[in-house]
C-alpha cells in the first residue's frame, strides 16, 4: 500500500514562491513516475506535473509550465514542486499522486494520491 503525505502548501502573495514536498512510504517508487495535481475552489482535480521514474523526464501543464519545477529525491522517496511566479488562479488543494507506470502525462495515469496540502495566493 502506497501512503503519500504532501507538506509545504501556505499562504502567499502573488508572484511569491513556495516549495510543496512529498514523502513516500509502503513501497519504493524508484521505478514508478509521480506527479502533482490540485484542485482549484469549485472545480474538478487537474494534473499540475509528473517525473518518470528510472530517467526523471519532467511533464507539465501548459497552466504552470516555465513557473513551476518538479524534482524527486529516489533515495529519500520524495518528490518536490517549486512553485514560482504564484497567480491567484494557482490557488487549491495541491495533491501529491504516484503511478503503478514509468511515464504519465495526466491525471488518469496516477493511481495514489495523498491528502493534499492547501495553497492559497492573494491578488
Known amino acids: 500500500q502506497v501512503r503519500l503525505v504532501e507538506s509545504g502548501g501556505g499562504f502567499v502573495r502573488a508572484g511569491g514562491s513556495l516549495t510543496l514536498s512529498c514523502t513516500a512510504s509502503?513501497?519504493?517508487?524508484?521505478?514508478?513516475?509521480m506527479g502533482w495535481g490540485r484542485r482549484a475552489p469549485g472545480k474538478e482535480r487537474e494534473f499540475v506535473a509528473s517525473?518518470?521514474?528510472?530517467?526523471?523526464?519532467?511533464y507539465y501543464s501548459e497552466s504552470v509550465k516555465d513557473r513551476f519545477t518538479i524534482s524527486r529525491d529516489n533515495t529519500a522517496n520524495k518528490v518536490t514542486l517549486r512553485m514560482n511566479n504564484l497567480k491567484p488562479e494557482d490557488t487549491g488543494v495541491y495533491y501529491c499522486?504516484?503511478?503503478?507506470?514509468?511515464?504519465?502525462?495526466?491525471?488518469?495515469?496516477?493511481?495514489?494520491w495523498g491528502e493534499g496540502t492547501l495553497v492559497t495566493v492573494s491578488s
Open positions: 499522486a504516484a503511478s503503478e507506470a514509468t511515464y504519465v502525462t495526466s491525471a488518469y495515469g496516477l493511481d495514489y
Open positions: 509502503g513501497r519504493t517508487l524508484t521505478n514508478n513516475a
Open positions: 517525473i518518470s521514474g528510472i530517467s526523471g523526464s519532467t
